[in-house]
């Protein structure tokens, strides 16, 4: 039973380019979300969080989107780097770090 | 200032015997929750300790414990080890309570089950 939900394994985009990470939850409980990147070999590092009172949440090159009616977030890199390249965690919790639920990843690739 | 450090970083076990990992969290962080991540998949919340008190459990079983310190480190103990049981072991410490302060991250211990 997903509660979090990440559709897509992995995405390819051009340095320079947008990069759209998609996020899906299924628990209406979850008020608070969260990204996190991970290189291979260290663990996760958190990156940008949501609440579920605001929809746009945005820290410099790195802005997330929340749909609470659709129960969809996602994750915009603008422009996208060859440093992003890491897998993407989605996460959520029904309370501020407590219990954090993990979706699956996303392998960004960032192609020259 | 030092970050979340696990230790061991890797492990090797067989079935039936019991392990030990062990996580110091950021100096001042009084929360640490430990984390299974299997590969390909994404870090599985298993305890999440404040202030030396379980505040949460995940879909666990009773193989695995934990407990945390006067010193806010913790350990994160399996009993019985499976093969299933092989994964890498995340720990996070956060200040905890209600802060927003977000979790971090130690660079886990990579158990292996022969």
């Known amino acids: 039973d997903q509660q979090v939900k990440q559709n897509s394994p992995s995405l390819s985009v051009q340095e320079g380019r947008i990069s759209i990470l998609n996020c899906d939850y299924t628990n209406s409980m979850f008020d608070y979300f969260l990204w996190y990147k991970k290189y291979p070999a260290e663990g996760p590092t958190f990156l940008i969080s949501i609440s579920s009172i605001k929809d746009k949440n945005e820290d410099g090159r790195f802005t997330v989107f929340l749909n609470k009616s659709a129960k969809h977030l996602s994750l915009h890199i603008v422009p996208s780097q060859p440093g992003d390249s890491a897998v993407y965690f989605c996460a959520a919790s029904a309370v501020p770090w407590d219990k954090i639920i993990f979706g699956k990843g996303t392998r960004l690739h960032i192609l020259p | 200032d030092a970050g979340v450090t696990q230790s061991p970083t890797h492990l090797i076990k067989t079935r039936g015997q019991h392990v030990t990992l062990r996580c110091s969290p950021i100096s001042g962080h009084k929360s640490v929750s430990w984390y299974q991540q299997v590969l390909g998949q994404g870090p599985q919340f298993i305890f999440q300790y404040y202030e030396k008190e379980e505040r949460g459990r995940g879909n666990f079983p009773d193989r695995f414990s934990a407990r945390q310190f006067p010193n806010y480190s913790s350990e994160l103990n399996v009993n019985a080890l499976l093969l299933g049981d092989s994964a890498l072991y995340l720990c996070?410490?956060?200040?905890?309570?209600?802060?927003?302060?977000?979790?971090?991250f130690g660079d886990g211990t990579r158990l292996s089950i022969l």
């Open positions: 996070a410490s956060s200040l905890g309570g209600f802060s927003n302060q977000p979790q971090h």
